[in-house]
């Protein structure tokens, strides 16, 4: 068997360390759960250690089968060996909910704990919202304070190694920082050569949040993705040059500027590409030509907005970052 790729980690405010490339298991046309399970466990057959999932993805169960089959066949010797993320979804985005939440995503998996917790918006759902099939009316008013409150409840039970969110920005992370016993380890946002987070990253890097990429390819081949990534003529002719692929250059750039990437690809050798990307670096020229690419963010959020609702406005929801 070939040796498996290494992949760093990154030390979390936490104290605890997470491996710099995850892989992602959300997608509009998942496999059946065995396939997934059979593709997971090939991931980490690769190398991949960190496995991103969520309430919302219907991935748990598969992922978990996946960690209990990849630790009977040996291919890791121990739990701990293994970087689990997942989320709370936003209809249990109240302080009330958090911790049942969590015990149910740990049932799912079949595990004591997640490494790493999320509060996958800052938006809470009516309870009766399913699945994405949402309207802005369904959104009422969050409750940040309590939440986390709740979201450190679930670290101190030691459900949770560590805790954060995902696409928050300034003003909301200012909120939360102010109240907060527990700073954030982590805040998952769509990140890519096409959308930078310039501000948002030099936030976080001066609170000590570390900053992880969805979508680092710009969801490029799903329904709502974009080819700005894939298709970007600046990254074509660097990936040309260097003999790489455009998926290595856009994932190299993200590592290079101390974020880490959800990568998600159910094709083998897609996987291991992603993981080839730690033994070579992007020269200074490459960089600055990567730096004047055209930034434009791909999902907006629309479905959360409402002129009665908490946002009324993309500013609102994304703190002006948009």
Not at 105 to 115: A, F, K, S
Not at 165 to 174: A, D, E, Q
């Amino acid at each position: 068997m070939e040796q498996a790729k290494q992949v760093p980690d990154v030390v979390l405010n936490s104290g605890h360390k997470m491996p710099v490339i995850g892989m992602g298991t959300a997608s509009a046309s998942l496999p059946s759960p065995d396939d997934l399970t059979a593709i997971l466990l090939d991931a980490i057959r690769i190398g991949y250690r960190h496995f991103d999932t969520a309430a919302i993805y219907g991935t748990e169960q598969p992922l978990g089968k996946a960690v209990a089959k990849a630790l009977e066949l040996g291919l890791v010797k121990n739990r701990d060996e293994l970087f689990i993320t997942s989320k709370l979804w936003n209809t249990d985005a109240h302080p009330d909910l958090v911790v049942p939440a969590l015990h149910t995503t740990l049932r799912n998996l079949g595990l004591e704990y997640v490494d790493l917790y999320l509060i996958h918006w800052p938006v809470r759902l009516r309870p009766d919202a399913v699945g994405f099939n949402f309207k802005g009316e369904d959104v009422l008013p969050f409750d940040i304070e309590g939440t986390w409150k709740a979201m450190e409840e679930c670290h101190r039970l030691g459900l949770a190694k560590s805790i954060g969110v995902s696409n928050f920005g300034t003003i909301k992370l200012t909120q939360l920082l102010d109240n907060a016993s527990i700073p954030p380890a982590v805040n998952q946002v769509e990140m890519n050569t096409s959308w930078h987070q310039g501000k948002l990253r030099e936030f976080c890097k001066q609170k000590g949040i570390h900053v992880s990429a969805w979508s680092p390819l710009a969801a490029y081949g799903s329904k709502w993705g974009s080819n700005s990534v894939m298709e970007n003529p600046v990254l074509k002719e660097i990936a040309e040059a260097r003999n790489k692929s455009v998926a290595q250059i856009a994932l190299r750039w993200i590592y290079e500027q101390g974020a880490s990437a959800i990568v998600k690809s159910f094709n083998t050798e897609r996987m291991k590409h992603n993981l080839e990307i730690f033994d070579w670096e992007l020269s200074k020229e490459e960089s600055n030509k990567i730096s004047q690419i055209p930034q434009r963010k791909v999902y907006r959020g629309e479905m959360f907005l409402s002129e009665n609702g908490p946002y009324k406005s993309f500013e609102e929801l994304w703190d002006g970052d948009i």
